[in-house]
């Protein structure tokens, strides 16, 4: 509902109103399933945030206690050593943050427990972000709607195989539809237990975001009854740098070589407040969100800059409202704000749709270029044709199951280019579309 604050003379429109109401009656009617009992093993370890000298590492202990990281440069050199404790109070989650590092480095790492190694594959490595000042490439891994199957499985092996540096899963990743706490904790287990998944981040980071399915239901908005669970349970299993504001949403940001990216929470404040764009309409991103993108795009250096959520940046044009295109008032304003500012290199990313697409918007007036959606969807098996509509700024399309994009980024090139490919599970290219900074830079 809307804040009472709001000028009576302005309703909302109609779709705002069915809006307001479908997630309250979503959020009171999320189901309630109760938690098997079993024991769970050892999960991961596998490799979070990580930036030019920094990383985060993550595990789930199989018991209580104190669980050392060790990491050692590739090249030879002192071993770090940080200590962690697992308390069945937090599931047994561990995070390490090494700092300290060398950019562009490797380095090797294995987890003990007293002089036991609970940890120590051969392949546990992993690799510093490129310095941002200098010339660099990076490849990463992006799309969303996974599960447990089979054809997800083979998504995350093929991910290997394209030797991506680093993921970026952009929601639905696990499909939970509860807000329970038992159920959440459940479901994030039995999708950190994949071994492909398990195999694919353990010399890799990975950045993660939610969309609907994993923060509390379909078509879901921050009106949600037991959001506070999903996003415990998120912070315990997604080692990233930060969680939003450290108290609300999950918002964080990320700097590799010649690419920073936003991910952005477009679940947790829809609909709970009035928007910044405008006094009589939902805010999505919620105000404190807002001023941390303004702060994070204005201070930002890197030639491309992704902004990433689990939703599409235009309208799914179903009955469902979970898209931007049910907040156009805020992407406005977003866009005048990229123009006012001159900011160049920003990209639209998103997923959800069960359809992959490419759009080119014709914003030449608002932001001085064409900004660019690129939509990755499903890795798992169900495509939704419906939901690859017509639209006259659409250039690419399929509708295919398990695919992903891989995304190549070098500034090593003038001008700095961003070629995209979106590729299946067998490594079969299904579509391709590339951009140059000198695309996305203001008249």
């Known amino acids: 509902m809307m804040p009472s604050n709001c000028p009576p003379q302005s309703p909302l429109s109609r779709r705002e109103f069915v809006s307001n109401a479908f997630a309250l009656g979503a959020g009171a009617a999320l189901p309630v399933r109760g938690a098997e009992t079993k024991e769970v093993g050892r999960l991961g370890p596998i490799v979070g945030h990580t930036e030019e000298t920094m990383s985060f590492l993550w595990m789930r202990a199989q018991a209580a206690g ?145 969309d609907d399915h994993d923060f509390a239901g379909n078509d879901s908005s921050g009106l949600a009854v037991g959001k506070e669970n999903s996003r415990l349970v998120f912070t315990r299993y997604r080692p990233q740098a930060a969680y939003g504001d450290g108290k609300e949403g999950i918002y964080t940001s990320f700097r590799y070589g010649p690419v920073e990216v936003f991910m952005l929470d477009a679940r947790w404040f829809a609909m709970t407040e009035a928007s910044y764009a405008s006094p009589v309409k939902p805010s999505l991103l919620g105000r404190v969100q807002w001023e941390w993108l303004q702060e994070k795009l204005l201070a930002s250096t890197a030639p491309f800059k992704l902004l990433a959520c689990g939703m599409i940046w235009d309208d799914k044009e179903n009955k469902e409202l979970d898209d931007w295109g049910s907040y156009a008032h805020e992407r ?11 900011i160049p290199g920003v990209i639209y990313v998103g997923g959800d749709i069960h359809a992959s697409r490419v759009l080119k918007y014709p914003t030449q007036k608002a932001v001085g270029y064409d900004l660019v959606q690129f939509i990755a969807s499903p890795i798992h098996n169900s495509t939704i044709p419906s939901l690859n509509v017509y639209h006259p700024d659409l250039v690419r399309s399929a509708v295919e199951p398990h695919v992903f994009l891989v995304m190549d980024i070098d500034s090593t090139v003038t001008p700095a280019r961003l070629s995209a490919e979106l590729v299946n599970k067998d490594g079969e290219r299904v579509f391709a579309y590339q951009l140059d900074l000198s695309d996305l830079t203001p008249a």
């Open 66 to 210: 104190e669980y050392v990281l060790e990491v050692t440069p590739e090249n030879g050199g002192a071993a770090k050593r940080i200590a962690a404790q697992a308390e069945a109070a937090q599931d047994l989650c561990l995070h390490w943050r090494v700092e300290g590092l060398e950019a562009g480095s490797r380095y090797r790492y294995r987890v003990l427990n007293g002089e036991m190694v609970i940890a120590g594959d051969a392949e546990q490595v992993f690799a510093t972000a490129p310095k941002a000042a200098s010339a660099g490439k990076v490849r990463l891994a992006i799309s969303s709607c996974a599960k447990e199957d089979a054809g997800s499985r083979a998504v995350w092996k093929r991910m290997a195989a394209e030797q991506v540096d680093a993921v970026m899963l952009i929601g639905d990743t696990p499909y939970i539809d509860s807000t329970e706490l038992e159920v959440q904790t459940r479901r994030h287990q039995e999708f950190a237990a994949v071994p492909e998944y398990q195999e694919l981040l353990r010399n890799r980071p990975c950045w993660w975001t939610w």
């Open 332 to 342: 406005k304003a977003l866009e005048k704000f990229i123009g006012d500012h001159k």
